[in-house]
């Protein structure tokens, strides 16, 4: 198994909802990243989980919440939201955070709030 | 601060050569990734260098000179369905992906 999957594939919600997004990969990989994408713009980095331990948060809002159950398994909490955080959010995973670890990204979740 | 520089737009014809650059000034650096993404689609790893020189996979193939902090991505044999987004990347310490702002190709037939 070689895919990060992530779910759902589309997401509406309202500035007064609580919603998840999750990310699941069987590669054994130690590494999983949150990122933000906006249209036409890269990646931008929100949050790191090494060996299910957070170790990079890129001073993101606490409206977003991140959560490692396990080595499988990401999840990313949100609540009131505002209309700008739409956007494609995106998980990836690799072997581990230093030198050369290839990212694989997942197919991403498309937030819209309304 | 951490920046890396690409055109926002380059344009060729099928079968053609087309060589994007990247130039970058991070703090630290592990090494030099690329990446394809089509529209509304997830990036997709494309190669990687840590080291100064050509590395190729085929149709595509990517450069590095640490020196001038500078490598570019060559396409060869250009196809229709090239036509995507291309970034550049810079891994640094902690794992983190620094991108550029990405390089859209248009193949035209």
């Known amino acids: 198994d070689t895919e990060v999957t992530q779910t759902p594939k589309h997401l509406v919600m309202g500035m007064t909802n609580k919603k998840s997004l999750k990310c699941e990969q069987h590669?054994?990989?130690?590494?999983m990243y949150w990122y933000k994408q906006k249209a036409k713009k890269p990646p931008e980095l929100m949050f790191v989980?090494?060996?299910?331990?957070?170790?990079i948060n890129e001073s993101v809002p606490s409206r977003f919440s991140p959560e490692c159950p396990n080595s499988s398994l990401l999840n990313l909490h949100l609540h009131a939201l505002q209309p700008e955080d739409s956007a494609l959010y995106l998980c990836?995973?690799?072997?581990?955070?230093?030198?050369?670890?290839?990212?694989?990204f997942g197919p991403g979740t498309r937030l819209t709030v309304l | 601060g951490q920046s890396l520089e690409q055109p926002s737009e380059v344009t060729a014809v099928e079968g053609a050569i087309v060589q994007i650059n990247c130039t970058y000034q991070?703090?630290?650096?592990?090494?030099l990734s690329w990446y394809q993404q089509h529209d509304g689609g997830a990036p997709t790893f494309l190669s990687y260098?840590?080291?100064?020189g050509l590395e190729e996979t085929g149709r595509f193939s990517s450069f590095l000179s640490r020196s001038d902090s500078y490598g570019y991505l060559l396409l060869q044999e250009l196809q229709m369905k090239d036509s995507a987004s291309y970034f550049c990347?810079?891994?640094?310490?902690?794992?983190?992906?620094?991108f550029g702002q990405g390089t859209t190709l248009q193949v035209k037939p």
């Open positions: 990836a995973s690799s072997l581990g955070t230093s030198g050369n670890n290839e990212q694989f």
């Open positions: 590669m054994g990989h130690r590494a």
């Open positions: 989980y090494s060996y299910e331990k957070l170790s």
């Open positions: 991070t703090s630290g650096f592990y090494g």
């Open positions: 260098n840590a080291l100064d």
């Open positions: 990347a810079v891994i640094v310490p902690g794992g983190k992906l620094i």
